[in-house]
């Protein structure tokens, strides 16, 4: 609980700007199970995918979508501390990928987990690549994501004893 926590505080400077990230108006359209969502210039993902979900009442999920970012925290899982270590950039970054889920806490809250790649142009002009779990990202044009909602039943998560992180619960 306490990790959830703290991804959703990161998700911005402050709480002020958490909600007005929220309230921002991608774009989405719904066809079935399926919604395709486009995020605007300045909209944070994590926020944004959560608040469709909360707008749809959707409880569980899959989703995956490319874009444009220009700022970005992704995290490196540290066993040893059982936390993350992140790493934060800024500037002008290609998604190439983003992959995660959407699941329903025991406490009824959403919990967004997603790993994206980025590429970007270092200071010589070579193509790099930089990605993790995402913790955060600011759309700098588009993103693009398509989100399927599951069927039949609704991934919770659950407290694994034996790495001690949070798992799907089936």
């Known amino acids: 609980k306490q990790r959830r926590c703290r991804t959703v505080a990161r998700a911005a400077e402050n709480i002020s700007e958490f909600y007005q990230i929220a309230r921002r108006s991608m774009d989405y359209k719904k066809a079935g199970q399926r919604i395709h969502i ?57 998604m190439t990928s983003l992959i995660g889920n959407v699941t329903t806490m025991k406490d009824r809250s959403l919990h967004t987990h997603a790993h994206a790649m980025f590429a970007y142009l270092d200071d010589d002009g070579e193509v790099k690549n930089f990605g993790g779990h995402l913790e955060w990202a600011r759309i700098c044009y588009t993103g693009e994501i398509v989100m399927d909602v599951t069927e039949g039943f609704v991934i919770g998560r659950k407290q694994d004893p034996q790495t001690g992180i949070e798992v799907w619960d089936l």
């Open 38 to 94: 486009r995020l605007e210039k300045d909209d944070e993902v994590i926020a944004s995918l959560t608040n469709v979900c909360m707008k749809e009442g959707i409880q569980s999920a899959v989703f995956n979508g490319i874009g444009a970012c220009d700022k970005i925290t992704v995290g490196t899982y540290i066993e040893e501390k059982h936390d993350f270590l992140d790493h934060k950039k800024e500037g002008m970054f290609e």
